[in-house]
């Protein structure tokens, strides 16, 4: 079974459309490049919240760790249309 992160974002909901496009069009690829998958996304545009969950088959940590050091990451987020203001990152298991 996979190991799964959840990622809650809190960023002004008034950039929340750029956000998202920006995370389909340029993160998820970079991610899928280091062997994620996303298992869902959610976004709150009035609450300004985006919630979503990522899988990796393998060892999370290990992949994790050279996906966040790597160049592509850094390359993907100088393009980033706006910062999220918190994060809330998690380890979660998957019950349904």
């Known amino acids: ?44 545009h009035t609450g300004g919240e985006f919630t979503w969950a990522v899988a990796h088959d393998g060892d999370f940590a290990a992949a994790e760790a050279t996906y966040v050091t790597s160049p592509e990451r850094t390359a993907a987020l100088a393009s980033v249309p706006t910062h999220t203001t918190a994060q809330h990152i998690s380890m979660v298991d998957q019950v349904l």
């Open 1 to 44: 079974m996979a190991s799964v992160q959840l990622r809650r974002y809190e960023l002004p909901a008034e950039d929340m459309s750029a956000f998202v496009d920006w995370w389909h069009t340029t993160l998820v690829p970079v991610r899928a490049a280091f062997g994620f998958t996303v298992v869902f996304a959610c976004a709150d």
